[in-house]
């Protein structure tokens, strides 16, 4: 069974930093993309970003483009979200995914992921 552990998330002032970490474990996982969502109170999950299976390729909405890097360690089954001048608007709980269908290019709807971690709150103080 797929396990994804979320780690890193805390409580930060304006302009600061935080690296969100996501923590693979059971069956494989680098044939898989994999993806950062994020759900603030009374708002929907959206997607932030997401990594390809292989790690060549990365996308990202485009409020936090410029700002957040997504990368991943195959060999460590650690997938990465580093979040730089972080605002009070990205303040929500943050879950990563791993996507539904190997070896598929990195998708940026709920449905393209099978798997979940519990999430990670961060929250940024003005």
């Known amino acids: 069974q797929v396990q994804l552990v979320e780690s890193g998330g805390g409580l930060v002032q304006a302009g600061g930093s935080l690296r969100l970490s996501c923590a693979a474990s059971?069956?494989?996982?680098?044939?898989?993309?994999m993806g950062w969502f994020r759900q603030a109170p009374g708002q929907e999950r959206e997607f932030v970003a997401a990594i390809s299976w292989s790690g060549a390729n990365s996308y990202y909405t485009d409020s936090v483009k410029g700002r957040f890097t997504v990368s991943r360690a195959n060999t460590k089954m650690t997938v990465y979200l580093q979040m730089n001048s972080l605002k009070p608007d990205d303040t929500a709980v943050y879950y990563c995914?791993?996507?539904?269908?190997?070896?598929?290019?990195?998708?940026?709807?709920?449905?393209?992921?099978?798997?979940w971690g519990q999430g990670t709150q961060v929250t940024v103080s003005s």
């Open positions: 059971g069956g494989t996982f680098d044939s898989y993309a």
């Open positions: 995914a791993r996507a539904r269908v190997m070896y598929r290019s990195s998708g940026r709807a709920i449905g393209d992921y099978a798997y």
